[in-house]
């Protein structure tokens, strides 16, 4: 099964950047459909991004202008680039493979996450 693993976080100030990555362990990471959640603290894990294998996206709107999603099938990878960042974005974030697009099955793996802390 393939393993997931994130880098990418820390600490910055309100309006600083970040960019998370996601490397998959395994080739097959290349047609996996990914998302990337967060979770802060006290709260429920929340959608934030999700990449098809062929690179359609879907942002949420909390997000949308300052988060980017995409991928480098070469690198075996998913990225997260995080601008414009607030207070309310430290959480935990976590990348998710959902789907494998060449067969269609459901799959649920996920990264170990990497913390995001965003001071005021």
């Not at 997260?80 to 207070?87: H, V």
Request: proline share 2%.
């Amino acid at each position: 099964q393939v393993r997931l693993e994130e880098s990418g976080g820390g600490l910055v100030r309100t309006g600083g950047s970040l960019r998370l990555s996601c490397v998959g362990s395994e080739r097959a990471f290349r047609r996996y459909d990914v998302g990337w959640f967060r979770q802060a603290p006290g709260k429920e894990r929340e959608f934030v991004a999700h990449i098809n294998w062929n690179g359609g996206s879907t942002v949420a709107d909390s997000v949308k202008g300052r988060f980017t999603i995409s991928r480098d099938n070469g690198e075996n990878a998913v990225y997260l680039q995080m601008n414009s960042l607030k207070p309310e974005d430290t959480a935990v974030y976590y990348c998710n493979a959902d789907q494998d697009s060449m067969s269609g099955r459901a799959i649920d793996v996920w990264g170990q996450g990497t913390l995001v802390t965003v001071s005021a």
